[in-house]
């Protein structure tokens, strides 16, 4: 099965960098996403990794290591708006593409 | 990116009802999902809806319980059939972008059973 891990809850200061990660177990692993979800609406793209490496998008890189099934969302410049839910999620071939989420972690920016 | 539409945003149902949701994408696209995510808890793939076929349930989901209707490549229903309060949560559509690793979410639907 898919076996997704990452910390249920973080808080960081306005201004900060905050890296939050993801570990993740799965057969068939084809790629991994981040995606933001504030409270009561619905998640959003943030990225996808396939390859072992760093990818920035602005404030936000991402990283991805196969080998070790690890993965991080770093946020640079926190801001009160990045204030969110930050759902890890592996795509991987059960048949057909299947995609499996992990519980989310629960980001609080501070002043 | 597809835009994504779903009716109700919101119910509060009785228990032993039924409710449809609808899902309406502003382009033809193969593959829908439907997703739940329970207070608390992440996004669980109920089952996936491709046009012109029987919709594919994930472990732990029956068709009697969450029917599906995929009439064209637009839209999507998904039927929540004998609720009871367990059945609590966000329920979401979910699109194929125009690139295989792209996924786009409706805005979700809100149930409340009691």
């Known amino acids: 099965g898919q076996n997704i891990d990452q910390p249920t809850e973080m808080t960081a200061t306005e201004g900060a960098i905050v890296q939050i990660n993801c570990t993740y177990q799965?057969?068939?692993?084809?790629?991994l996403f981040w995606y933001q979800q504030h409270a009561g609406e619905a998640p959003t793209f943030l990225s996808y990794?396939?390859?072992?490496g760093l990818e920035e998008k602005g404030r936000f890189s991402s990283f991805l290591s196969r080998s070790k099934g690890y993965s991080y969302l770093l946020l640079k410049e926190l801001q009160m708006k990045d204030s969110a839910s930050y759902l890890c999620?592996?795509?991987?071939?059960?048949?057909?593409?299947?995609?499996?989420f992990g519980i989310g972690t629960k980001l609080q920016v501070i002043p | 990116s597809a835009v994504i539409s779903q009716k109700p945003s919101r119910d509060i149902c009785q228990r032993g009802t039924s409710l449809t949701i609808q899902c309406q994408v502003d382009?033809?696209?193969?593959?829908m999902f439907w997703y739940r995510q329970q207070p608390g808890q992440s996004l669980t793939l109920i089952a996936t809806?491709?046009?012109?076929?029987?919709?594919?349930?994930e472990s732990g989901f029956v068709i009697d319980k969450f029917p599906i209707s995929r009439p064209n490549l637009t839209f999507s229903t998904l039927t929540v059939s004998n609720m009871s309060p367990e059945d609590s949560s966000i329920y979401l559509c979910?699109?194929?972008?125009?690139?295989?690793?792209?996924?786009?979410f409706g805005p979700g639907t809100r149930l409340t059973v009691t």
């Open positions: 979910s699109v194929e972008g125009s690139a295989a690793y792209e996924q786009y």
């Open positions: 799965t057969s068939g692993f084809n790629g």
């Open positions: 990794n396939v390859l072992d």
């Open positions: 999620a592996v795509m991987w071939s059960g048949g057909y593409q299947k995609v499996t």
């Open positions: 382009s033809q696209v193969t593959m």
């Open positions: 809806a491709n046009q012109g076929s029987e919709a594919t349930y």
